[in-house]
């Protein structure tokens, strides 16, 4: 008599499934993995908190109690009763529209000179980076407060030649400048990607102007500005995003206070100091959100008109 076959009930595990075994061979699976620690740390300290301090800035939230919910009342609080926020605005812009101009045509200038072909040109290189290295330092800033000071190196060198002593701390009219000066000094990074771009225009370009019998200044400006424009505007636009969030100088310079009459609050430390010294963690997240707006618009803006002064070499 014929019995049906049956599977055996002590039969072994099946092996894990094919599916499963590509998965786990397969070179995305070690992308994921290598890129998983960014991941997490992307989201965990920044799309989190993003949207973490977009709800705080709908809420009065002083740390010790729980955020309540106010609407917009914060947005209006700014724009209507805050007197000190156009200050602080003010103070940004003009800190940003000059010291990063300055900063760029420095940089510029260096790299220019630097790509020069000529012995030790590595070790130039290295040594003007230095202080981009160390200058966002909070020791260089406390260097650079000491030498802005009443008895300072540069108060003594413009005693030396007969002027009268400059409060730079102390008179509201003087006391960005040598911030502005301290961030220009870290021209370092903006300077390396100036003189790789410096080293890809090709020498037939300035062979050929040279030949029409151009001279250095319808070189540079016909020649080395259009043919580095898409470099000018990547620097330009990370160069106004860290002027935007500049903080440590001013914070390290005026004690945290922005001093003298708010010419050295920066809108970044004028948001730390309304989230950790007044606690008011959501009108902090509010400004920190205009910030982001003001940033996204600048940005933009030098987006849109970028066509009328970037050109690319292989452009439709």
């Keep these: 008599m014929k019995t049906e076959n049956t599977p055996a009930l002590s039969a072994k595990p099946k092996p894990l499934s094919a599916k499963f075994r590509h998965f786990i061979n397969s070179d995305n699976t070690v992308g994921y993995l290598f890129a998983l620690p960014f991941i997490v740390g992307f989201l965990g300290f920044t799309v989190i908190p993003m949207f973490v301090s977009l ?4 809420t009065k939230y002083n740390v010790r109690t729980p955020p309540v919910w106010i609407g917009f009342d914060n947005y209006v609080r700014m724009f209507t009763k805050d007197t000190r926020i156009l200050k602080s605005l003010w103070v940004t812009f003009h800190y940003v529209i000059i010291s990063v101009p300055l900063k760029l045509a420095f940089a510029l200038f260096i790299a220019f000179l630097l790509t020069r072909k000529k012995k030790l ?14 200058g966002g330092s909070v020791a260089v800033t406390l260097v650079w407060k000491e030498l802005f000071s009443s008895t300072g190196l540069v108060n003594s060198m413009i005693q030396s030649i007969g002027l009268p002593e400059v409060s730079w701390f102390g008179d509201e009219r003087f006391a ?14 903006s300077m390396i990607i100036f ?6 225009i090709p020498t037939t370009y300035y062979e050929a102007a040279k030949i029409d019998g151009a001279g250095n200044g319808r070189i540079f400006f016909s ?3 259009p043919s580095l424009s898409p470099i000018i505007l990547f620097n330009l636009v990370m160069q106004l995003i860290s002027g935007f969030m500049t903080f440590t100088q001013s914070y390290i310079i005026s004690g945290g206070s922005g001093r003298p009459n708010d010419s050295t609050n920066f809108f970044a430390l004028y948001i730390y100091n309304q989230a950790f010294n007044y606690f008011d963690m959501g009108y902090a997240s509010a400004l920190a959100w205009i910030l982001l707006l003001i940033i996204g618009a600048v940005t933009f803006l030098v987006f849109k008109t ?3 002064w970037v050109f690319y070499e292989y452009k439709d």
């Design 55 to 58: 709800y705080f800035s709908f």
């Design 121 to 134: 040109e590595s070790v130039f290189r290295a040594i003007y980076y230095l202080p981009s290295l160390i």
């Design 176 to 189: 960005v400048w040598p911030l502005i000066l301290l961030t220009v000094w870290q021209f370092g990074s």
């Design 195 to 200: 003189a790789a771009g410096l080293k890809q």
């Design 223 to 225: 020649i080395t500005l």
């Design 306 to 308: 970028s066509n009328a």
